[in-house]
């Protein structure tokens, strides 16, 4: 539980100054507030003082209380946003940075809805405990001790009862408040399911559509609905313990001190001063059942908030990271051996590959043999189990992970775009890209022509993901980007296995344009992509079973590329 808090109070006192400021304005701010009840006291002592001269000092003190309780609430304020506003700033920079840094294991295992559901409430939970700790929790503990020293005044009794009756509360709601968070950590893991299955539906819309289930959704409202009922009653039960609690205790106060004056043992002005104080620190005890509800609330959503930076990132940079001098763009695995945690297919068993700078290189074989795990271990997604993969000499677990990737522009099979502009997300690669080289590259990946029969040409959104353009036009904007960034290497992976013929062709005659003196590496089922490479390299179990370029290879009735060949030649 205190983890959480620990985490607050870092990212707070990364300004410990403008911290300590706050905090002096804060109890400054507190003691005018609660001790101006003790003025009641002195007036009606005044009063009853034939020196009429008391009154008037004491009036000239309330003022400047008041007034300085008036200027300390804006300082207090001012000084605490100077805290919160950059410290809830780097918490969710550091947040979203750890999740982009997390392993792909770590983001094919949680969905987006339930990330950004995280997001939201955590940051939101961010700023709503540091305003119920400090103007709530602290600002009721100064009130505390201020009412304590007054109360000490007229008799240490009024101190222990005030004491006891605060602290039985506290015990009191202490079993509540954990049937409470429990409650609550229970509505949040519905509420992160339900979020990620309306993600879902928004993202596949079409097909909520083609199969007419837009109804489905309102079925997983019933569980949410019990769980948040639990939530919210037990919210009421923690009220009406606490509210009986604070009355009865405040009933009691009352009664003796009524009975004391009409005794004659307490004066008038210590009977306005037990009453003012009373019914001043009740209704701010109340304040604080409030405040407490509400950071038990917040509790869960920094709990899992914070919980993201708990995550390892398994493959990590190093320490001392190299970079090449000159990048040339050869790449070899050394007996590598790697198998997906899960245990899916695509494990590779001892695999060894060399590939020359500038030479293309396309990987074929029935799927999960391994090829797209070539990729992905040579984009360092994965770090392989045993042996190594180098660029240039140099093993990709002695450089950093975003250098490494510098290296590699890769054409995926679904490009996923932005929901932004065509030129944005061409340009997207390189830092203040220009806009006739993005139209340069667009010109390079025959795209050019489409873009330009646009009413608003570049300035076109493509929707989110890309959706508004067809898979052809989304796979040549990949390639664009790609020709944009100019990197050493290029993986071009099963970028046409969903085409028809013509624009495969297009897209083709791009990516051999982009491919010109790079290092390439071609993932494709459909052959016809990977006639032109210098070397075809068969993949069966993880294991290469046959290289060679296309006519070597067709001309072995044997081989089983050769047997791929002639079962694609006949479909075609």
Do not use: C
């Not at 009130?143 to 109360?151: E, G």
């Not at 061409?426 to 010109?443: F, L, P, S, W």
Request: proline letters at 2%; charged letters at 25%.
């Amino acid at each position: 539980m205190f983890n959480e808090y620990k985490k607050f109070y870092g990212f707070l006192l990364k300004y410990k100054l403008r911290y300590g400021l706050f905090l002096v304005f804060l109890v400054v701010m507190s003691v005018t507030e609660s001790v101006q009840p003790y003025f009641y006291k002195l007036f009606v002592d005044a009063v009853t003082n034939p020196n009429s001269g008391t009154v008037f000092v004491v009036l000239a003190w309330y003022f400047v209380v008041r007034i300085s309780h008036n200027i300390s609430t804006s300082l207090a304020h001012w000084s605490g946003d100077t805290v919160l506003l950059p410290s809830s700033r780097d918490a969710r920079i550091s947040v979203v940075k750890k999740i982009q840094d997390l392993d792909m294991a770590f983001h094919l295992s949680k969905s987006t809805g339930s990330l950004i559901s995280n997001i939201k409430r955590g940051d939101s939970a961010f700023f709503d405990t540091f305003e119920n700790i400090h103007f709530g929790i602290i600002r009721i503990l100064v009130s505390l001790v201020v009412m304590a020293f007054a109360f000490n005044q007229i008799s240490p009794w009024f101190v222990v009862v005030s004491l006891f009756t605060f602290f039985a509360n506290i015990f009191v709601a202490k079993s509540l408040i954990f049937r409470n968070l429990k409650t609550r950590q229970e509505f949040n893991d519905e509420e992160d399911k339900l979020s990620a299955l309306i993600t879902d539906n928004l993202l596949n819309y079409e097909t909520v559509k083609l199969f007419a289930k837009e109804k489905r959704l309102k079925d997983s409202f019933v569980v949410w609905l019990s769980k948040l009922w639990a939530y919210s009653n037990s919210f009421r039960a923690l009220e009406i313990a606490l509210g009986t609690l604070g009355n009865i205790s405040f009933f009691i106060l009352l009664f003796v001190t009524v009975k004391k004056t009409l005794a004659g043992i307490y004066s008038t002005g210590d009977f306005i001063l037990v009453i003012g104080f009373t019914s001043a620190f009740y209704s701010r005890f109340f304040d604080f059942v409030r405040r407490m509800r509400s950071i038990i609330k917040n509790q869960a959503d920094l709990k899992k908030y914070f919980g993201i930076l708990e995550n390892e990132t398994l493959v990590k940079d190093p320490t001392n990271p190299v970079r090449l001098k000159e990048v040339e763009g050869e790449i070899e695995f050394i007996d590598v051996t790697f198998s997906y945690p899960d245990g899916k297919k695509g494990a590779l068993k001892n695999f060894g590959l060399k590939i020359r700078a500038g030479q293309s290189v396309a990987l074929v074989g029935e799927s999960g043999a391994g090829k797209t795990t070539v990729a992905k271990l040579l984009m360092r997604f994965y770090d392989t189990s045993g042996g190594r993969i180098t660029i240039d000499g140099v093993d990709l677990k002695d450089m950093e992970k975003s250098y490494l990737r510098s290296l590699i522009g890769v054409v995926p099979q679904d490009p996923i775009l932005f929901n932004n502009t065509i030129g944005f997300n061409i340009g997207y690669g390189v830092d203040d890209a220009k806009q006739n080289q993005i139209e340069a590259a667009a010109k390079m990946a025959n795209l050019d022509k489409f873009i330009q029969g646009l009413p608003k040409k570049y300035d076109t959104e493509v929707g989110e993901r890309g959706v508004k353009l067809s898979g052809g036009q989304k796979q040549r904007l990949a390639i664009a980007r790609v020709m944009l960034a100019n990197p050493k290497i290029i993986i071009f992976d099963e970028a046409t296995s969903q085409l028809d013929s013509e624009t495969e062709a297009k897209i083709q005659e791009a990516f051999w344009k982009a491919a010109q003196n790079k290092t390439t590496i071609i993932i494709a089922h459909r052959l016809s992509t990977v006639m032109r490479a210098d070397k075809i390299v068969v993949i069966e179990k993880g294991t290469v079973i046959e290289e060679g370029n296309h006519k070597i290879l067709t001309q072995n009735p044997e081989s089983v590329y050769a047997r791929y060949w002639n079962l694609q030649s006949q479909k075609y």
